[in-house]
């Protein structure tokens, strides 16, 4: 067997001296896999992301990434007026240098980059200018023309309609199928994590963490008692395929139904 794209062994970081926010945590991430990190607020998904791509050194255990890493933040200002295409250049920046001019082959790279985003015709406009969802498509499109091995993604499809919430589902599991390349994302979607990952890691407290293959691991049980709220797992069939997905329970009554009581009262 190949060694795997990620390995963590016993991990445990603090910010503060003691006060623990990931501690023996292990995790194996194969090659040309998709892993989905899921867990309620403060769990540490962004430390651990932080962790992988080396912005943060692990207070204990043992981290191993075989592979060039790039790291997709959720969605950014920035204060400079870049076009699309000088953001998705950007990938490049480690091949054309400090003082270098980007080749024609790395404006080529960064346009079919943003094609497969669906933004070749945004590559001129201003970065600041693009909605939130168009900005963290052309972000996305930065990390390929990096020509990474492994993409580490923050919450990918957090300011997206739902369009471009699926255009993005599909391109992630399009890089790992086609172009062999390992992606681990987090999430708050466990629908999203059922759609495209094939591993993934529930973060359900400091020291209790459970991996393994996401459609074992993505249960109802688990997950009710992940979020402590109620959801269901459910099957259908939709153009001929067989879907699986994951719905919440969402127990607020809608507010028309709250004024139409109060009409019938008056
Ligand atoms: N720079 C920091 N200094 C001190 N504590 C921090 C820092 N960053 C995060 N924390 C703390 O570490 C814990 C984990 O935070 P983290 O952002 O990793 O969680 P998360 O699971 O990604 O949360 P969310 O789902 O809300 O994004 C939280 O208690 C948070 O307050």
């Not at 962004?46 to 912005?55: K, M, N, Q, Y």
């Not at 091995?149 to 391109?171: G, H, K, W, Y």
């Amino acid at each position: 067997m190949s060694e795997p794209a990620i390995s963590l062994s016993d991990l445990g970081y603090f910010y503060r001296p003691n006060q623990w926010v990931l501690r023996h945590c292990d995790m194996c991430v194969a090659r040309g896999r998709v892993f989905a990190l899921l867990g309620p607020n403060g769990r540490g998904k962004t430390t651990l992301l932080h962790l992988l791509i080396g912005a943060l050194k692990p207070c204990e255990g043992a981290l191993t990434v075989n592979g060039r890493i790039a790291f997709v933040p959720q969605l950014f200002e920035v204060t400079f007026d870049y076009t699309a295409l000088d953001m998705a250049l950007m990938g490049r920046a480690r091949k054309i240098g400090l003082f270098s001019q980007p080749s024609r082959a790395d404006e080529a790279a960064a346009l079919a980059a943003l094609d497969r985003f669906g933004l070749a015709d945004y590559a001129e406009r201003p970065f600041g200018e693009l909605s939130g969802g168009q900005r963290q498509l052309v972000i996305f499109a930065r990390a390929l023309v990096a020509e990474a091995d492994i993409l580490v993604l923050d919450e990918p499809t957090s300011a997206l309609d739902l369009e471009n919430q699926s255009l993005v589902l599909e391109r992630i599991s399009a890089l790992a199928r086609d172009d062999g390349l390992t992606i681990v994302m987090t999430t708050h979607h466990p629908h999203h994590a059922l759609a495209v990952a094939d591993e993934a890691l529930l973060m359900r407290g400091q020291g209790d963490y459970l991996g393994g293959r996401a459609r074992e691991i993505l249960t109802e049980d688990n997950l009710c008692s992940l979020y402590r709220a109620p959801l269901k797992r459910i099957a259908f069939e939709h153009d001929g395929r067989e879907i699986e997905t994951i719905t919440p329970i969402l127990m607020a009554k809608p507010a028309r139904h709250r004024s139409d009581e109060t009409l019938s009262a008056e």
